[in-house]
């Protein structure tokens, strides 16, 4: 069940502003994430919890890596992805992910963060969005940086692309938390 809060009007206010310029040089690009085309490793016949994990082509070519296991999805990126933050990283209910992921880049074309929608099983049969920023960064910078309520929040995709624009570059993962961001409900958080 949904417990929405709001995000401090201050707050929010001085996000949106800081906001404005950075949105207007950032920009996004769109991939997909088809795991049928996607190269699969083999599977382990003695893993604990069975699950696949694939490798597919992101933006310029950036090596995405699918993870999935116990009915939950984790995404991470780059030459190291499997030793990043983000590989052991989801959201908490079972859930799976959309097949376009969407790349903020900086002006210079450079990707700062992604955008993917989780779509999650709540409680008693009830369904769940969930837009995922994950930053890009150097080896060990790539992780989870805010989550957005793709149902509760109407514009849940400008709220996600504000979150990649201004928290995804100064946001130290490891020692920092994700937070979810707009009105957010029980599964927009880890």
Known sequence: MASPFLIPPLFLAISLAVAAPALAENSSTYTKLVLDQCQQEPLDPEAEMPGGVWWCEGYAGMPVRVAEGDLRFLV??????????????????????????EWRLDASGTPIATILRFFTDLVEGQKGQVLVVTKLGPPGQICHVGYVDALLNPDANVVARNVADNAAAGFVCGEETALGYGLTGDDARE
């Open 76 to 101: 991470s990126y780059g030459a190291n992805a499997a030793d990043e933050i983000a590989a052991s990283q989801t959201v908490p209910s079972f859930n799976t992910i959309n097949e376009t992921l």
